[in-house]
């Protein structure tokens, strides 16, 4: 019966895609190095160990509302849960590497935006949850079928550089926020009235409207 370990050796960006997307390079292993594997049909929740690394004060302000006032992160300082992603495991003996997509947003209605955007260096510690359905040959070569257990992981050191170098790839000095239709509505019949030609200038006439309120 087939002992699968795995290991995240690597992360990239994909350079050319229709939205963000991350390929982490992992590497499959099983126990008998004989035995043959048809297919793995792999699943992995990603978490985010946020207590395993430190934040500057400029990353604790980002994220105060993620969690909360810095006083407060010794109880609200948990794994966070960033994303769920399948993929097909090939045929493989002994030990594979292959390709695990990550499909990214930008939209900061995301908890994992607001993580990666607040960090400005370093590294952010993720683990790897793994579970599926591991289709291999048994010993009269017939078509056997098991699980992945539950206790299968693996913990990697992801670059924030390499998130900061594929958003900036795909949004150039720029940013995405979601508003409900009748908020944009009011924002558009704002800019119009008062012939405001972009939406940056808008946000600034607005902000500096609001500074100067609190000023006087």
């Known amino acids: 019966m087939p002992d699968l370990s795995f290991e995240v050796v690597d992360a990239e960006a994909r350079a050319y895609?229709?939205?963000p997307t991350l390929i982490f390079k992992l590497r499959i292993e099983n126990a008998d190095e004989e035995e043959r594997i048809h297919s793995v049909l792999l699943?992995?929740?990603?978490?985010?160990?946020?207590?395993r690394r430190r934040y500057s004060p400029d990353a604790q302000a980002k994220l105060v509302e993620v969690f909360g006032e810095p006083e407060r992160w010794g109880e609200t300082l948990r794994p966070l849960l960033w994303t769920h992603t399948n993929v097909t495991v090939p045929q493989f003996s002994g030990s594979v590497t292959i390709d695990m997509p990550v499909v990214c947003t930008y939209d900061f209605e995301v908890t994992g935006t607001k993580y990666f955007s607040a960090l400005?260096?370093?590294?952010?510690?993720?683990?790897?949850?793994?579970?599926?359905?591991?289709?291999?040959?048994?010993?009269?070569?017939?078509?056997?079928?098991?699980q992945i257990s539950w206790s299968k992981e693996a913990s990697y050191r992801f670059p924030i550089s390499v998130w900061q170098d594929m958003i900036a790839h795909y949004f150039p000095n720029s940013t995405y926020i979601r508003l409900h239709k009748d908020v944009f509505d009011q924002l558009y019949r704002y800019k119009a009235t008062h012939g405001i030609p972009t939406w940056e200038n808008v946000i600034t006439r607005l902000l500096q409207t609001n500074d100067a309120e609190v000023s006087s």
């Open 17 to 19: 895609a229709a939205v």
């Open 43 to 51: 699943r992995s929740q990603i978490q985010i160990a946020v207590n």
């Open 120 to 146: 400005g260096d370093g590294e952010v510690p993720l683990t790897f949850l793994f579970s599926g359905t591991i289709f291999y040959e048994g010993e009269e070569e017939n078509l056997q079928v098991a």
